[in-house]
Each structure stands twice: as C-alpha cells, then as structure tokens.
C-alpha cells in the first residue's frame, strides 16, 4: 500500500500548499479512498481567502474538500456493502451514531456531527483534497460505472439544492430510483431513503413510507394504491411484437401501437394496468407486485397479455395484470 499522499493543505490566509504527508494505517471500521474527482465549494473559497469561514477558523493546518468522489483502496475491519475498487460518491458528514437524532436514524441532525475539510471542530477533521483519504463506509454510497467522478462529486452539492417536502423533489427522487431499482436496489435504496425522509409530507413520499418501496404509477401520474382494484377487460387481442420505428411515426402513434384495442366484452377481471419502466422484466414486475400484497408469476403475466413477447418489452408499454382472486 502507498505510505504518502499528495494533499491540498491550508495554512493561513491564501496560504495554500501541496503538501506530501503520510498516511497512517488505517484504523479499523474505517476505509481508504484513492482520489478521483473534487468540487471546490463555496466554503473552500472562503478558507482560501480568509482562513476562516463564518465563525469557523483554521487553528491549525487543514486539507480542503469536501465535494469528493473516488475508488475504495483498502478496507479495515466490517464493510459488508463495500469492496476494495468500488466507485464511490462520498459524503462529507460523519456522525457520531449515539445522539438521539442518529438513534432515531435522523444522522443529519446529529448533535456531534464532523465535517470533512472544516474547521468547525477542533481538531479539525481533514477533508478529501488529497491522492489518498479516509471515511466511515456509510459515508460512501456506490456509484454505477457509467457516472463520472465528476458528475459523482457534485452529488452531494446538487441534491442540497433539492427543496424538502416537495412534489416535484419527490418526483424526481421517485423516477431516479425506480429507474435502477431492479439493477442496483442497494443504489436505489440511497434515493427511497431521501423520498421518505425529506419528503415525507408529499403524496409520493407518504405512500413509499407506507409501501416501503417505490410505489407503481399509473400511465396518468397517480399513484396506485398497494390494495387497489381495477376493472380490466377478461380477455384481450392479441398484440403486436414492436416495430422498430421507421421515422415517419410519432412517438404517440408508436405507443397506440402496443394498446390493445376495446374488446367489448361484457365480462371482466380485477386487475391492475402497468407500464413498464426501463430495466423491466416480467419476473421484476412480478416481484414489484408481490411487494404491494399481489402475488402474480410470470406464467399468469402472458397468459394474461396474450401476444406479449417477454423479451422485448418496450418502456411505456401497457400490460394487464391479473390481481389476487378475493
């Protein structure tokens, strides 16, 4: 393991240095970060300018940065979401995990909290301007390899300026999440946490509280309830396997071309209307069922889509399925 790291270290007043300083063994409980990418905040501005920010004043020195990303290098002792190569966005908080607030997992509001590249403690906690540096693993939350450091860095900044109790907030957070719920539930779990927790008092928020997931949306924007019914044609014609588009089309008329048409028929079957979302499958939609109380497989999913060919489902497809017998 490398024993030096290169780290942006603050002295005083514009007094900014490169500095090579080396790194402990890492304590256990704790992980160890090869830099990748930085934001340089507002805050670090004014340490640079003034060696303060506000009432906080560097005493002594300290390394900036605190919008970071980069890959886990070395792990010390239990980090079971973790492992050594991980892309990692890293949030600068570190709280203490025994104060009221963190007992009752509200870690934002920790009475002891420390703050990576801040002087608001003495001793300062060291920030993450540097080649190596080390967090908690809960400060670390994975990120897909398609993110970009940089895009990963500014996360924590970007999400700040999310409004709390909000429709469109709670909209965002709901589509981010369902979007790669069944490819990563883990990196999914980091935005149903925020919807039920900063967002709680929104509708969409309430009912992912209630369902303890991501709740389904119908094709009209609302929300379907865990124990609702709708009634859905028994029987439906059968569709046909998607087109390709050939550029004469729009999108709407591409989409009426995966509704089945009105039956007529007089009977009917309790059910659901779902659309599928990108990164669906017949077993995903399924187990997304199962989750709401509605137990239905893959066999009873084609017999009731007569036509539907499971391995080109299109994202705003309609499906029908069929709900639990009363």
């Known amino acids: 393991m490398t024993s030096m790291a290169l780290a942006a270290t603050l002295f005083g007043p514009e007094d900014l240095r490169m500095v090579e300083r080396p790194l402990d063994p890492l304590a256990s409980g704790m992980v160890r970060i090869r830099f990748g990418a930085g934001g340089i905040c507002g805050s670090d501005m004014h340490y640079y300018r003034h060696a303060r920010t506000g009432d906080f004043v560097v005493t002594s020195p300290l390394v900036l940065g605190h919008e970071i990303a980069g ?41 002891n909290i420390f703050f990576m590249g801040s002087a608001s403690k003495t001793p300062h906690m060291q920030g993450g301007f540097a080649s190596q540096f080390d967090a908690i693993p809960a400060q670390c939350v994975k990120i897909p390899d398609h993110v970009s450091y940089q895009a990963a860095a500014l996360a924590w900044e970007a999400a700040k300026l999310l409004p709390d109790n909000d429709d469109l907030t709670a909209y965002i957070l709901w589509q981010g999440g369902s979007f790669i719920k069944n490819r990563d539930q883990q990196y999914a779990d980091v935005f149903y946490k925020a919807l039920v927790r900063r967002n709680g008092q929104t509708v969409l928020g309430a009912e992912a509280d209630r369902q303890r997931w991501f709740p389904i949306i119908d094709n009209n924007g609302n929300i379907v309830p865990a124990n609702s019914r709708v009634e859905l044609p028994a029987e439906q014609p059968e569709t046909q396997p998607m087109e390709e588009p050939n550029g004469n089309e729009s999108s709407e008329e591409l989409d009426a071309k995966n509704l089945p048409a009105s039956p007529g028929q007089s009977e009917s079957v309790k059910g659901y209307e779902y659309v599928v979302q990108k990164g669906d499958s017949l077993a995903s939609i399924a ?4 989750k709401a109380g509605v ?19 299109r994202v705003g497809q309609r499906m029908f399925v069929p709900a639990n017998p009363d």
């Open 71 to 111: 890959e886990v290098v070395e792990i010390a002792g239990a980090a079971p979401s973790l492992k050594i190569g991980d892309r990692v966005a890293v949030n600068p908080s570190r709280w203490c995990g025994h104060c009221k607030p963190c007992r009752e997992s509200r870690q934002n509001l920790c009475e």
């Open 287 to 290: 187990q997304e069922f199962a």
């Open 295 to 313: 137990i239905v497989s893959r066999e009873e999913l084609l017999a009731a889509n007569p036509g539907l060919d499971p391995a080109r489902l």
